[in-house]
């Protein structure tokens, strides 16, 4: 069955430095990859999505994440942290020929200090 | 405004009460699902459906009924609910079923079960 890893549960990252959420999964076959951000009290947001096309994928509030077959990695990155963006943020992966299960990672918080 | 909404957005309640979830979107979306999300371990499907009078088992569906009898709404039911099943729920939605769709989410509903 497909497993989707989030490296490190929490992240502290001081405003205007780097990102970098870590996410890995165990699909032979290139899945559908997206990754989701949840603010206190409310659902999950898409932040952006891979479906085979351009490899590096450009999303929603300055993220990026990139696929990389050869690691089976998806990672999310973003130049400057801002204070809003302190949330909690899932990968998650759809098998390219599922119906449309959504397999998640456990979640990374993201602390952003000033 | 499109939107997926949930009611009630939180609830308290007693063992063996039976309570339902209601989930209705307003995008004539197909495609509904429910999930859990709990501590460490991320959201886990409980049912989904690809449309009306069509539903089927997600990963964690013990304890849990749904129905589909109108497109938009997509209700969860606990016949007897016990303490572990006491979590943060959500429903989503997404345009059509397929493994690279995204999926829009309610902003949850949180259960206490005593």
């Known amino acids: 069955a497909q497993s989707v890893t989030q490296l490190g549960s929490h992240v502290s990252v001081s405003e205007g430095a780097l990102v970098l959420l870590r996410c890995n999964y165990s699909s032979s076959v290139p899945p559908y990859l997206f990754w989701y951000v949840q603010y206190p009290n409310q659902g999950l947001q898409l932040l952006l999505k891979y479906t085979s096309a351009a490899t590096l994928v450009k999303g929603i509030n300055g993220f990026e994440a990139e696929f990389k077959k050869s690691e089976t990695s998806f990672h999310l990155t973003k130049p400057s942290a801002h204070m809003s963006d302190a949330a909690e943020y899932f990968c998650a992966v759809s098998e390219s020929d599922s119906w449309g299960k959504l397999q998640f990672g456990a979640g990374t918080q993201v602390v952003v200090t000033p | 405004e499109a939107q997926v909404t949930q009611n009630p957005r939180y609830l308290i309640t007693v063992t063996g009460k039976k309570l339902t979830v209601t989930c209705s979107q307003n995008?004539?979306?197909?495609?509904m699902s429910w999930y859990r999300q709990d501590p460490g371990l991320g959201l886990r499907q409980i049912y989904y459906?690809?449309?009306?009078?069509?539903?089927d088992k997600g990963d964690v569906p013990e304890g849990y009924k749904v129905s589909r009898k109108e497109k938009r709404n997509f209700p969860l039911i606990l016949e007897s609910p016990s303490p572990n099943q006491t979590s943060l729920y959500f429903c989503?939605?997404?345009?059509?079923?397929?493994?690279?769709?995204?999926?829009?989410f309610g902003d949850g509903t949180r259960l206490s079960i005593l």
């Open positions: 995008m004539n979306h197909e495609y």
């Open positions: 989503a939605s997404s345009l059509v079923t397929g493994g690279n769709q995204p999926q829009h």
């Open positions: 459906s690809m449309n009306v009078e069509v539903t």
